[in-house]
C-alpha cells in the first residue's frame, strides 16, 4: 500500500509560512516547502492523516496566465467548497479558529444526522467544518434533517 495521501487539496494564500502557521494549528505537519528565487516561502506541503493541503502563494509561482488564474488571484477563494474535518473536540476547533480571527459560519452545534460540527472561514478565504460523531447517536438521522430543514408534513 502507498503511502501517498488519499485527498489533495491546493489552496493560494497571499502569506505561506503565515498561513502554514494557522493550519498547523488545525492539525496538519509540515512536509516540505519549496521557496522562490527570492528566498521567500512559495509552497509548504503539510499533511492530516489522508489528507494532503499544497498551500501555495497567490503570486511568485510559476502558473501560466490565463482567465482562470486571474480570477484565483482576484478571489473570492474557495468559493462553494468546504473543506470538512473530523476532529476530536469541535469546541476546542472552535476556540482555536476565532482565536485567531477566523469568522464562524456555523456555531457548534449537534445535528439530527448524529454529529457535532461547526464552520469558518479561514483568513484566506476557505471554509472549513469541524465534526466529531455524536454520542449516543443511532442510525443515519436522514429523515429527522430532511424532516428539519423542509419542514414536511405528511
Do not use: H
Not at 500500500?1 to 488519499?6: A, G, I, L, R, T
Not at 499544497?54 to 503570486?59: N, P
Not at 476556540?95 to 448524529?114: K, M
Amino acid at each position: 500500500m502507498s503511502d501517498e495521501p488519499d485527498f489533495k487539496v491546493g489552496l493560494r494564500v497571499d502569506n505561506v509560512p503565515e498561513a502554514a502557521d494557522f493550519y498547523a494549528g488545525l492539525g496538519f505537519e509540515r512536509v516540505a516547502e519549496i521557496p522562490g528565487p527570492d528566498g521567500r516561502t512559495v509552497m509548504a506541503i503539510m499533511r492530516r492523516g489522508c489528507l494532503q493541503l499544497l498551500v501555495d502563494a497567490l503570486v511568485g509561482m510559476p502558473f501560466p496566465d490565463s482567465t482562470r488564474e486571474r480570477m484565483t488571484v482576484a478571489g473570492p477563494r474557495g468559493l462553494g467548497m468546504v473543506i470538512g474535518i473530523t476532529v476530536d473536540d469541535v469546541d476546542a476547533a472552535v476556540d482555536y479558529v476565532v482565536g485567531v480571527g477566523c469568522e464562524l459560519s456555523a456555531a457548534a452545534q449537534d445535528s439530527t444526522w448524529g454529529e457535532r460540527y461547526a464552520e469558518c472561514i479561514d483568513p484566506y478565504g476557505y471554509a472549513w467544518k469541524f465534526s466529531c460523531p455524536t454520542p449516543g447517536a443511532v442510525g443515519d438521522g436522514l429523515d429527522a434533517t430532511r424532516e428539519q430543514w423542509f419542514a414536511t408534513n405528511r
